[in-house]
């Protein structure tokens, strides 16, 4: 199909994805066995120039490439609620070893944390300036759209970015995002029927705006005097999401055929075509794109 993302990036599904390698001369794609390294040509095309940017010009040897999306999008049974259009990227924060994992080590062998432990801040032994080239690096596309880190590492970016400080805009602080950072491009040309987010604030979103992070979100809870033990109540069940809450194109998506072995691949409505070489067993099975999974509990948008 052409390649196109349709609905939002937590809520819809991805057509004419692209698996991106499992070894680039600067990238290794991790977790072989989740099946989570499709995306939209655009994406794939971005993490490929990424890898080669870093190493030339910020000392990053190369990428360990986490979750992207599912060979058709859709929700994921763990892990993300978004990362279903093909259009968000885990890049993991620990560079990328002067040798090739083996397909064990890529399953076993989990990204490092920048933090220090149990803390909130960055760790300077294991922070450094290639850490910071590599987030701006991506931040400075500009089809690349918002990147999510831990409030302790945009901090970090607030105190000691020398470079061009409108970027930091782009670097938005969430939950978690300590040990990677997620890439997430804007709607791609000729996706007609893909839903952007709102645009990121104009600001360097350093400051007070960041400050609520350490203040409220992330401060410790205090302990609460224990109360009257209550009656236990059946938990409820979680909403499941249905295939029919996904744009009305994820059906044909997921009913579509799938290609044997090479597939030609047309971008969008600008009739871009190119062959794109990936190992595919067919068509996808409907564990490819689950019509029905839990909904995550909300959280504040990034």
Known sequence: MPSQAYGFYSKGCLAGGRAIATDGEYWQAMRL??????????????????????AKYDGWPGLLVGDISQPRGGPM?????????????????????????????????SAKSVLKSKSVVVDPKIWTDAHAGLIMRAASYPQVQRILVHPGIKKKLCDSWKGDRALLAKVRPYYGHHYHMHVRLRCP?????CKAQNAVPADQGCGKVLDWWFDVALKPKKPTKPSKPKKPTKPKKPRQMMLNDLPSACTGVLNAAGPASEASVTIGAAGIEQTVYARIAGNASPSSMPALIPI?????TP
């Open 189 to 193: 040309k000729g996706s007609a029927n």
């Open 77 to 109: 049974l763990t892990g993300h609620a978004s990362h279903q259009v093909g259009l968000d990227a885990d890049i993991w924060l620990t560079p990328m070893p002067n040798r090739r994992f083996s397909a064990s080590e890529r399953e076993a062998i």
């Open 296 to 300: 995550p509990t909300p959280r504040p």
């Open 33 to 54: 066995s989740r099946n989570r390294r499709w995306g939209h040509p655009e994406l794939i095309a971005t993490v490929e120039q990424l890898s080669r940017d870093v």
